[in-house]
């Protein structure tokens, strides 16, 4: 498990906050949350404000086009919204993202942490975190693997939908890797499901005799799965108490990743 102080962290001081922006934006939260217009009474009982406070609030962010106000005078996300999405998406991307993680963490984590991206039926490393502990696996930058075999590609690939998961792999048999044997891609579907089931993947030796993977999924503002991160650690140094840590681990990177590109840390239905 990363460490307290390699962990990663948004800030060691939290800045001053102005009330009214804060207010404005627990209201667009809300409404996002809710994903459904509501009316001044309900807001105010769900913000804990007085209606005349929201009612000035809906007022001056439907005047700058944030809210709309529906015909029977209730409120919901305003159209102005979307060039912030846009401009945000269009400066954000998971490896930007990853590189950004760790560089507030400070020192290197135990294990190695690496992010990948689907290219077809392989995965492609985009980002690597070298862990202290040796490994005797290096992942670079643009290395490619079998994706059902990785974990980080597992990962990705238990939230996709049948079509596109057959359009990945649209053979029955699977390729060998290795010297791995073939397996049927109806083996792989029942394993994506126990994926879902428990929120990380796992790669057994599949990729490199003595490394052993978690891997988990990092979706965007869509709830689409565009990247994975994987915890590697040599196999040897596996027990019940670290493979805890360790899934634990990737689960906590993959929502902070989340976040920061917008996601929801709620995994979506497959």
Same mark, same amino acid.
């Given at each position: 498990?990363? *460490?307290? @102080?390699?962990?990663?962290?948004?800030?060691?001081?939290?800045?001053?906050?102005?009330? $009214?922006?804060? /207010?404005?934006?627990?209201?667009?939260?809300?409404?996002?949350? *809710?994903?459904?217009?509501?009316?001044?009474? /309900?807001?105010?009982?769900?913000?804990?404000?007085?209606?005349?406070?929201?009612?000035?609030?809906?007022?001056?962010?439907?005047?700058?086009?944030?809210?709309? /106000?529906?015909?029977?005078?209730?409120?919901?996300?305003?159209?102005?919204?979307?060039?912030?999405?846009?401009?945000? &998406?269009?400066? #954000?991307?998971?490896?930007?993202?990853? #590189?950004?993680?760790?560089?507030? $963490?400070?020192?290197?984590?135990?294990? #190695?942490?690496?992010?990948?991206?689907?290219?077809? @039926?392989?995965?492609?490393?985009?980002?690597?975190?070298?862990?202290?502990?040796?490994?005797?696996? !290096? +992942?670079?930058?643009?290395?490619?693997?079998?994706?059902?075999? @990785?974990?980080?590609?597992? $990962?990705?690939?238990?939230?996709?939908?049948?079509?596109?998961?057959?359009?990945?792999?649209?053979?029955?048999?699977?390729?060998? +890797?290795?010297?791995?044997?073939?397996?049927?891609?109806?083996?792989? &579907?029942g394993e994506l499901a126990e994926i879902?089931?428990?929120?990380y993947s796992i790669d057994?030796?599949?990729?490199?005799?003595?490394?052993?993977? +978690?891997?988990?999924?990092?979706?965007? @503002?869509?709830? *689409?799965?565009? %990247?994975?991160?994987?915890?590697?650690?040599?196999?040897?140094?596996?027990?019940?108490?670290?493979? !805890?840590? *360790?899934?634990?681990?990737?689960? /906590?990177? %993959?929502?902070?990743?989340?976040?920061?590109?917008?996601?929801?840390?709620?995994?979506?239905?497959?």
């Amino acid at each position: 498990m990363l *460490q307290e @102080a390699h962990r990663p962290r948004s800030s060691a001081t939290k800045p001053a906050l102005v009330p $009214a922006v804060t /207010r404005a934006a627990a209201l667009l939260d809300l409404l996002a949350q *809710q994903r459904e217009a509501m009316s001044l009474a /309900r807001l105010s009982a769900s913000l804990g404000l007085p209606k005349s406070s929201v009612h000035g609030l809906c007022n001056t962010l439907s005047a700058l086009g944030y809210l709309r /106000r529906e015909d029977d005078g209730c409120f919901f996300i305003g159209p102005r919204v979307m060039g912030l999405a846009h401009a945000f &998406v269009a400066h #954000t991307s998971p490896a930007q993202e990853f #590189t950004a993680l760790w560089a507030e $963490a400070g020192a290197a984590p135990p294990e #190695t942490v690496i992010l990948s991206v689907l290219d077809g @039926a392989d995965v492609v490393y985009v980002a690597a975190r070298n862990g202290v502990r040796p490994l005797g696996l !290096a +992942f670079t930058v643009g290395m490619r693997l079998p994706a059902h075999r @990785a974990a980080t590609g597992k $990962a990705m690939l238990a939230w996709l939908d049948e079509a596109r998961l057959r359009s990945h792999f649209p053979q029955a048999r699977l390729p060998a +890797f290795m010297n791995r044997a073939p397996i049927q891609r109806s083996e792989l &579907v029942g394993e994506l499901a126990e994926i879902r089931r428990r929120g990380y993947s796992i790669d057994d030796e599949s990729v490199r005799e003595g490394v052993y993977c +978690f891997g988990a999924p990092v979706f965007d @503002a869509s709830g *689409q799965a565009v %990247a994975g991160v994987g915890v590697c650690l040599q196999k040897a140094m596996l027990d019940p108490q670290v493979a !805890a840590q *360790q899934s634990e681990t990737v689960m /906590r990177v %993959a929502r902070e990743l989340t976040q920061r590109l917008g996601g929801s840390t709620a995994m979506p239905a497959a």
